[in-house]
C-alpha cells in the first residue's frame, strides 16, 4: 500500500473513509517538507481530512503523524517530515489549535533535563475517524452540578498529567462555566471571580472540587501544585496561606485542617461556610462511619503457630510493634527524610491466620484497632465513597496524632479496594474506583501509624499498593511440626500419637483444623461420645469435602 503513495507527483485518488485518507497523507508527507508539490498531489485526501474536522492542510499532516505513532513528539513530527526543529517551532500555533479544539492532547514531557512536547489523539476524535463521522467537540453542557464537577475532574486529571498547559486549564475552567451560567453552583463562583484574582478562583474551584470528590479531606500544597505554570506564584499563594494572609482566608472560604480537635499545618480544608454555600446539597447529608475502634483489652489471647520462615519474618512484625520500638524507629526515619508510617501487607490462602495474626499482635503490643468495613465505603449517592474513604483516613490520622502508642489501622480483605486502576476509565463508576484507590494511596504514602492488611489474593493488587507495603509476608499452609501443634493446642484431648497421625494425613490450614475442632465439641455436647481417631477422620474427610479438596488428604489417609 505505501508504494501506491511514495511519489510526490502522482495525485493521490479521492479517499473511501477517514482513514485511508489519513494514511495516503502520512505516506505521502513523508520528507515532504509539507511544501507546495505535496500540498497539490495529496490535495485530495488533505481536503476529506480538512472537511471531517475543520482544520487546514498542515493540521492534517500533523494529525496523520500522529495517528500513525500513536503518540508523537515534535522532534518525530520534524523527521517524517524531513523539516529542521527551527521550523518545527513555528508549527506549534497549528498543534496548540487542534489542542483547543479537543482533537489531540498535549503533554509536556522533560528528558534528560529538556522540555519536550508530545501529542496523541483524544477518544472523541478517535472516534470519529473510526467511524469515518465529521468531528464535533463534545458539549460542555450539563444537566446537574455532578456532571459538571465530573467535566471539571476530567479537566484537572488532564493538566496533573501533562496533557494541558496552564493557559488551556484555565480556559477549559471558564469554557465550561461559561457553557453552564444556570447552574447554581456555577452562579456562586462566577460571584466571586469578582473578587478573587485568577490563581485564587482557580483554588476555590479546586478545594470544591476536592471537597466534592472527598469530603472533608487534607489539602496540602503539593496537592495543587500542578495548577501552576510560574513557580513564584505558587511560592507566593503557599505563603499566603500559610499566613492566613491569601484572600481565601479573609473571605472565610477556607481553613486550616482540623481532625477532630488536633490542627495540621500547612493543611487546608474548604471552610464550613464555603460548604454551605456552593454544597447545600451535601452539607444536609453526613457520611456514616466506615471503621470501629476497637480496644486490644477485648481481644483474646490466641496461640499461633507458624512455618520457620514465617515465623521469623512474623516476629519481626511484634518485635517493631512492642513497647517504644516503634517511635524509636520512626524518630529515626525522620531523621533521615524518609516516610514514617509503616504497611505491612499478609497474604495467603484462606485460614493461615492473617487475622489472627493481627490481632494477636495489637493484644499482646497493647494496640488499638481501627478495623475499616470495606464493604460499607461504596455509597450509591455520587462522590459520598469518596467521602468516607477520606473520612476514615482523617480519622485514623486524628487518632494516631493525640493517641501515645498509635493504633493499627486493619484492611481485612483489602483485594476489595486496593485492586489495579483502570486506565482511561470514563465510566462513573469506573472513575470512582480509581479515584477511590488514588485516596487510598496518597494517605497510605502520608501516613504516620500502622497499617496492616491481609488478603487472599495478592496478584489483583495494583502494583502501586505493593510499594507502599514495607513488610509483604506471605503465610503459607503450617507444616506438619505446625500442624501437630495445632491439633493439640485446639484438641488437648486427644493422644499425641493421634495427632501426629491426622497431621501426617491431611494437610489443613489452622482455619480448617478449628472447623473440626468446634464441630467435635458440639457432637460431644449433643450425644456424649469421646473423640476417637476414627472419629476425627470422618471429620476431616467432611472438612475436605466443604473446602473444595483443600487440605487434601496424604499417604495411607486417603
Excluded at 20 to 28: K, P, S
Excluded at 312 to 324: A, D, P
Excluded at 482 to 498: E, F, G, V
Excluded at 516 to 533: C, F, H, N, Q
Aim: hydrophobic share 35%; net charge neutral.
Amino acid at each position: 500500500m505505501k508504494k501506491n503513495y511514495d511519489s510526490q507527483t502522482d495525485f493521490l485518488p479521492r479517499p473511501k473513509n477517514a482513514i485511508e485518507a489519513f494514511e495516503q497523507i502520512y505516506y505521502r508527507c513523508e520528507n515532504s517538507h509539507i511544501n507546495g508539490e505535496f500540498l497539490i498531489s495529496a490535495e485530495l485526501p488533505l481536503n476529506y481530512v480538512k472537511e471531517k474536522f475543520d482544520i487546514d492542510s498542515v493540521q492534517a499532516v500533523m494529525l496523520s503523524i500522529i495517528l500513525e505513532k500513536g503518540t508523537a513528539s515534535t522532534k518525530e513530527m520534524a523527521n517524517h517530515l524531513d523539516i529542521s526543529n527551527i521550523r518545527m517551532y513555528s508549527l506549534i500555533d497549528s498543534l496548540d489549535n487542534l489542542s483547543m479544539k479537543k482533537i489531540i492532547w498535549r503533554r509536556e514531557d522533560f528528558r534528560f533535563g529538556e522540555k519536550e512536547l508530545t501529542y496523541g489523539i483524544t477518544t472523541q476524535a478517535m472516534s470519529a475517524i473510526i467511524k469515518d463521522e465529521t468531528f464535533s467537540p463534545q458539549s460542555l453542557r450539563c444537566n446537574n452540578w455532578e456532571e459538571f464537577f465530573s467535566m471539571l475532574d476530567d479537566l484537572y486529571s488532564k493538566r496533573d498529567d501533562g496533557m494541558l498547559s496552564a493557559a488551556e486549564h484555565e480556559n477549559g475552567i471558564n469554557d465550561l462555566c461559561e457553557a453552564n451560567p444556570d447552574l447554581d453552583v456555577v452562579k456562586k463562583i462566577n460571584k466571586w471571580s469578582n473578587v478573587l484574582s485568577k490563581n485564587d478562583k482557580q483554588l476555590l474551584i479546586f478545594f470544591c472540587m476536592i471537597f466534592v470528590k472527598r469530603g472533608d479531606a487534607d489539602v496540602e500544597p503539593f496537592d495543587f501544585s500542578f495548577i501552576f505554570d510560574n513557580r513564584s506564584a505558587f511560592r507566593r499563594t503557599c505563603t499566603e496561606l500559610s499566613n492566613q494572609t491569601n484572600m481565601l482566608f479573609k473571605k472565610g472560604l477556607v481553613e486550616i485542617a482540623n481532625n477532630q480537635g488536633v490542627a495540621m499545618r500547612n493543611s487546608y480544608r474548604l471552610s464550613d461556610k464555603a460548604k454551605k454555600e456552593f454544597f447545600p446539597m451535601l452539607v444536609k447529608k453526613s457520611p456514616r462511619n466506615a471503621s470501629h475502634l476497637h480496644s486490644y483489652k477485648e481481644i483474646d489471647r490466641k496461640e499461633l503457630f507458624y512455618n520457620d520462615e514465617d515465623q521469623l519474618q512474623i516476629s519481626t512484625l511484634f518485635h517493631l510493634m512492642e513497647g517504644n520500638h516503634l517511635k524509636q524507629v520512626q524518630s529515626r526515619l525522620a531523621a533521615s527524610g524518609m516516610r514514617t508510617g509503616v504497611c505491612c501487607l499478609l497474604y495467603g490462602g484462606p485460614g493461615t491466620g492473617k487475622t489472627a495474626t493481627v490481632l494477636e499482635i495489637a493484644r499482646s503490643c497493647k494496640r488499638d484497632i481501627f478495623q475499616v468495613n470495606l464493604s460499607e465505603l461504596r455509597s450509591k449517592w455520587v462522590g459520598e465513597s469518596e467521602q468516607l474513604c477520606q473520612k476514615l483516613w482523617d480519622d485514623y490520622n486524628a487518632l494516631v496524632a493525640k493517641s501515645k502508642r498509635a493504633p493499627i489501622l486493619l484492611l481485612n480483605e483489602c483485594d476489595g479496594i486496593l485492586t489495579s486502576r483502570m486506565s482511561g476509565a470514563t465510566q462513573s463508576v469506573d472513575k470512582m474506583e480509581n479515584t477511590i484507590a488514588n485516596i487510598f494511596l496518597e494517605n497510605m504514602e502520608k501516613q504516620k501509624g500502622i497499617v496492616l492488611a491481609t488478603t487472599n489474593l495478592a496478584t489483583n493488587l495494583d502494583p502501586a499498593f505493593e510499594r507502599r507495603f514495607i513488610y509483604k509476608i506471605r503465610l503459607g499452609k503450617p507444616c506438619l511440626k505446625a500442624r501437630q501443634s495445632i491439633w493439640k493446642t485446639m484438641l488437648p484431648t486427644i493422644a499425641d500419637s493421634d495427632a501426629e497421625i491426622i497431621a501426617k494425613e491431611y494437610e489443613f490450614s489452622g482455619g480448617q483444623i478449628e472447623n473440626i475442632a468446634r464441630k467435635s465439641m458440639i457432637d460431644y455436647v449433643l450425644d456424649g461420645e469421646g473423640l476417637t481417631l476414627e472419629r476425627l477422620r470422618r471429620y476431616c474427610q467432611q472438612e475436605n469435602i466443604k473446602s473444595g479438596g483443600e487440605g487434601k488428604a496424604l499417604g495411607f489417609g486417603k
